[in-house]
């Protein structure tokens, strides 16, 4: 039985069950191992691993924010942070932020925030919301907020404007914004990554 993955990096600096903070990397028998990123960066090692050649991750296309992958700002979006937030958060200003979203959305071929969420989810790129989230009870009114977003992540309708009726379907779902919806009913089991569009399905 092999032993049990290490919650945090030898160092005892960064957490390992943080996608974001893990690469992998190939030995020449074939096996494939871990490493910790940001304790690869600080020491230079994260392009050769003393010769070793990393495995490719699927975040790492493209330029990256100096703090933060985008994968890791996508997880903050569906978390329910809004784009201000994170770049509050992260030292980033809001148009950096939003062009990091842009960007996974372009990679996923997605038409909007909420289906590049809903991509991260069915792919296990992003996480799940926790269980300490509430959730929405199943009942007809979360039944038609669903129908709604899943027209907005198939691309049959925009992103809904501010306003009362906007909040009353965000109140309904427990939710922020729409991407959080999105993560929020994931989470419930009622979008599943059946709902993916076939597009975005063929491009996984």
């Known amino acids: 039985m092999p032993p049990a993955r290490r919650p945090v990096c030898g160092a005892g600096l960064h957490d390992l069950t943080d996608p974001d903070n893990v ?18 960066l600080r020491r230079g090692r994260e392009r050769r691993m003393r010769g070793r050649t990393p495995v490719p991750s699927p975040s790492r296309t493209g330029p990256r924010p100096a703090r933060r992958s985008v994968l890791g700002i996508l997880q903050a979006l569906a978390r ?8 509050d958060r992260l030292g980033m200003t809001c148009d950096a932020v939003e062009d990091c979203l842009d960007m996974q959305r372009r990679r996923y071929g997605a038409r909007s925030l909420a289906a590049a969420v809903l991509a991260g989810l069915a792919r ?3 996480r799940p919301l926790g269980w300490e989230h509430p959730l929405p009870p199943r009942n ?8 709604s977003l899943l027209r907005l992540v198939r691309g049959e309708r925009t992103a809904c404007a501010a306003g009362p009726a906007h909040e009353r379907m965000m109140d309904d779902l427990y939710a922020w ?12 089991g009622i ?3 059946d709902d993916l569009p076939a ?5 996984a």
Do not use: D, K, Q
């Open 191 to 193: 979008i599943t990554a």
């Open 124 to 126: 296990g790129e992003i």
């Open 23 to 40: 690469r992998t990397y190939r030995r020449s028998g074939g096996r494939t191992m871990r490493f910790c990123r940001p304790c690869a």
């Open 140 to 147: 007809n009114t979360t039944r038609n907020h669903t129908r």
């Open 177 to 188: 914004h729409e991407p959080h919806a999105v993560s929020v009913l994931w989470a419930a």
């Open 199 to 203: 597009r975005l399905r063929a491009a």
């Open 80 to 87: 329910g942070e809004t784009a201000a937030e994170i770049a």
